[in-house]
């Protein structure tokens, strides 16, 4: 039984302070069937030669263990490994090898790489003295990242490399990646300290999916980026996009013709060139939010017509972009800026719209119409802005609309929104609104399966406290106007 074999093995081979957890597939048939061997978290120190012997196990884990040393060969009785876990071990990436048979197509070696640089002291025939040195010494170490012949993975689609503190990645032996990798499709590196694109120009073209977020680019300009659908730039320190500017520092797609997904956020971009996305057809999400764009020029967008999510949070935008070019558009995110009015043009024929996000502005006025050609809008945001009312038919009855956000903002009554003919709307949320009243005959006037959610009622304004005594208030609340009527 060749169950039964491989348990007897490793119990006999594994240390008895490492534990080890076997699941086996419920259907062996299946061509989905998996065989998981995990080993996290058991205190591995060393990986020896072959140090599992099975045709069996299909997925390995070994995370958070206190790797250091990786014998040549360990993996080499693991004929139809597919999946290989590394993460959160201390051992030199030339270390890895995996000889020219190698099934893995996912491996992951975040938190994995350790530079031993052999800083203070350590018994050298104590382990664990050893790794404590690693462990204290490991943030003062960049890891540089050299590719070589040992690292042979013809099957390989997932690398993750992420927190490494890897500068730079360079190839030894190799003149491409495609001689050790030819079939990579993504690869993650991201939370490094990478200065340094110029390997993108050596990687394979099977590469579709690329994420260098939150390293230390500044200027991004490659020529090999043909195949390319997703790029994350994230927290970066690029200032600017670019396309035909020769001299451009900053990031440039000109190449990229089949990117989809562009993410550029949080990066201290301020400038977007009118040309920047003129070669980027093809781009379905575009979130360049959290940066300190001021202005995006007229005609910034007019070549993304396959766009469906646009984001621009939290950015210092004073006016809306033009957007009329963006006829796919579903989502669209404009939040913790400081625009004051949305005007009846800024929507034009923009009919796929969905999704709209104002939060966080500065929002004082809508033009009456300004929504009207939103033919498809199911949701609107406009929480966290300055009304004290809207105006008649700010929302026309033929909307779509089901889901309105209005809280945390300065209306006090329910008569100021104004939502009279606003029949298809399932749910409103008006929380943290100075209201002063609720009045019941407005509330019968909303749609009878409408969902109000009141939250909590935001303290009055000295300005907007009512008079007591009034009439016209005490003609709605007479238990709180004795004076009135004694």
């Given at each position: 039984?060749?169950?039964?074999?491989?348990?007897?093995?490793?119990?006999l081979?594994?240390?008895?302070?490492?534990?080890?957890?076997?699941?086996?597939?419920?259907?062996?048939?299946?061509?989905?069937?998996?065989?998981?061997?995990?080993?996290?978290n058991?205190?591995?120190m060393?990986?020896?030669?072959?140090?599992?012997?099975?045709?069996?196990?299909?997925?390995?884990?070994?995370?958070?263990?206190?790797?250091?040393?990786i014998?040549?060969?360990?993996?080499?009785?693991l004929p139809?490994?597919?999946?290989?876990n590394?993460?959160?071990?201390?051992?030199?990436?030339?270390?890895?090898?995996?000889?020219?048979?190698?099934?893995?197509?996912?491996?992951?070696?975040?938190?994995?790489?350790?530079?031993?640089?052999?800083?203070g002291?350590?018994?050298?025939?104590?382990?664990?003295?050893?790794?404590?040195?690693?462990?204290?010494?490991?943030?003062d170490?960049q890891n540089?990242?050299?590719?070589?012949?040992?690292?042979?993975l013809?099957?390989?689609?997932k690398l993750?490399?992420?927190?490494?503190n890897?500068?730079?990645?360079?190839?030894?032996m190799?003149?491409?990646?495609?001689e050790i990798m030819?079939?990579?499709t993504?690869?993650?590196?991201s939370?490094?300290?990478?200065?340094?694109?110029?390997?993108?120009?050596?990687?394979?073209?099977?590469?579709?999916?690329?994420?260098?977020?939150?390293?230390?680019i500044?200027?991004?300009?490659?020529e090999?980026?043909?195949?390319?659908?997703?790029?994350?730039?994230?927290?970066?320190?690029?200032?600017?996009?670019c396309?035909?500017?020769?001299?451009c520092?900053?990031l440039?797609?000109?190449?990229?013709?089949?990117?989809?997904?562009l993410?550029?956020?949080r990066?201290?971009?301020?400038e977007?060139?009118?040309?920047?996305?003129?070669n980027?057809?093809?781009?379905?999400?575009?979130?360049?939010?959290?940066?300190?764009?001021?202005?995006?020029?007229?005609?910034?967008?007019?070549?993304?017509?396959n766009?469906?999510?646009?984001k621009?949070?939290?950015?210092?935008?004073?006016?809306?972009?033009?957007?009329?070019?963006?006829?796919?558009?579903?989502?669209?995110?404009?939040?913790?800026?400081?625009i004051?009015?949305i005007?009846?043009?800024?929507f034009?024929g923009?009919?796929?719209?969905?999704?709209?996000n104002?939060?966080?502005?500065?929002?004082?006025?809508i033009?009456?119409g300004?929504?009207?050609?939103?033919?498809?809008?199911?949701e609107?945001?406009?929480s966290?802005?300055?009304f004290?009312?809207?105006?008649?038919?700010?929302?026309?009855?033929?909307?779509?609309?089901?889901?309105?956000?209005?809280?945390?903002?300065?209306?006090?009554s329910?008569?100021?929104?104004?939502?009279?003919?606003?029949?298809?709307?399932?749910?409103?949320?008006?929380?943290?609104?100075?209201?002063?009243?609720?009045?019941?005959?407005?509330?019968?006037?909303?749609?009878?399966?409408m969902?109000?959610?009141?939250?909590?009622?935001?303290?009055?304004?000295?300005?907007?406290?009512?008079?007591?005594?009034?009439?016209?208030?005490?003609?709605?609340?007479?238990?709180?106007?004795?004076?009135?009527?004694?």
């Amino acid at each position: 039984n060749s169950k039964m074999f491989l348990l007897t093995f490793l119990f006999l081979y594994i240390p008895c302070c490492v534990t080890a957890e076997l699941q086996w597939p419920e259907n062996e048939s299946s061509n989905e069937s998996k065989t998981v061997l995990d080993l996290s978290n058991t205190g591995v120190m060393r990986l020896k030669k072959s140090f599992v012997n099975s045709s069996l196990i299909t997925h390995l884990y070994l995370t958070d263990n206190n790797i250091w040393k990786i014998d040549e060969g360990a993996f080499d009785y693991l004929p139809n490994l597919v999946y290989l876990n590394l993460t959160g071990n201390l051992f030199p990436l030339e270390e890895l090898n995996f000889g020219g048979e190698s099934s893995i197509e996912t491996l992951i070696l975040d938190r994995a790489i350790n530079q031993h640089n052999d800083r203070g002291y350590y018994n050298p025939n104590d382990d664990c003295s050893r790794v404590r040195n690693y462990r204290d010494h490991s943030r003062d170490v960049q890891n540089i990242f050299t590719l070589s012949i040992s690292m042979n993975l013809p099957k390989l689609k997932k690398l993750y490399l992420r927190q490494n503190n890897i500068p730079s990645i360079d190839l030894l032996m190799v003149s491409e990646l495609s001689e050790i990798m030819p079939n990579v499709t993504h690869i993650y590196l991201s939370e490094n300290s990478i200065d340094s694109i110029r390997f993108i120009d050596y990687l394979p073209a099977t590469l579709t999916h690329l994420f260098l977020d939150y390293n230390l680019i500044r200027n991004f300009k490659v020529e090999s980026l043909k195949n390319l659908k997703t790029l994350t730039l994230d927290g970066n320190q690029i200032d600017r996009l670019c396309n035909s500017y020769e001299y451009c520092l900053g990031l440039t797609l000109k190449t990229a013709v089949n990117l989809e997904n562009l993410s550029v956020s949080r990066s201290g971009l301020q400038e977007i060139e009118s040309d920047a996305f003129d070669n980027l057809q093809n781009l379905q999400r575009l979130d360049v939010s959290g940066n300190q764009l001021h202005k995006i020029v007229k005609h910034t967008f007019d070549n993304l017509t396959n766009l469906t999510t646009l984001k621009l949070d939290d950015n210092k935008l004073v006016t809306l972009p033009d957007i009329c070019s963006l006829k796919n558009l579903e989502h669209f995110s404009v939040a913790n800026n400081t625009i004051r009015a949305i005007s009846k043009l800024t929507f034009c024929g923009l009919s796929k719209l969905k999704v709209l996000n104002f939060s966080g502005n500065a929002l004082q006025d809508i033009s009456v119409g300004a929504f009207d050609e939103l033919v498809a809008l199911e949701e609107l945001d406009l929480s966290k802005n300055a009304f004290v009312s809207l105006p008649d038919q700010w929302l026309s009855p033929e909307l779509s609309l089901r889901r309105l956000h209005l809280n945390n903002n300065m209306f006090t009554s329910l008569s100021s929104l104004s939502l009279s003919k606003s029949k298809n709307l399932q749910y409103i949320n008006i929380g943290d609104n100075p209201l002063t009243l609720i009045d019941i005959k407005i509330l019968t006037t909303l749609p009878e399966n409408m969902t109000v959610d009141i939250g909590k009622i935001a303290s009055v304004p000295m300005q907007l406290q009512p008079d007591l005594n009034s009439p016209s208030y005490c003609e709605t609340c007479q238990r709180q106007c004795s004076n009135f009527y004694n």
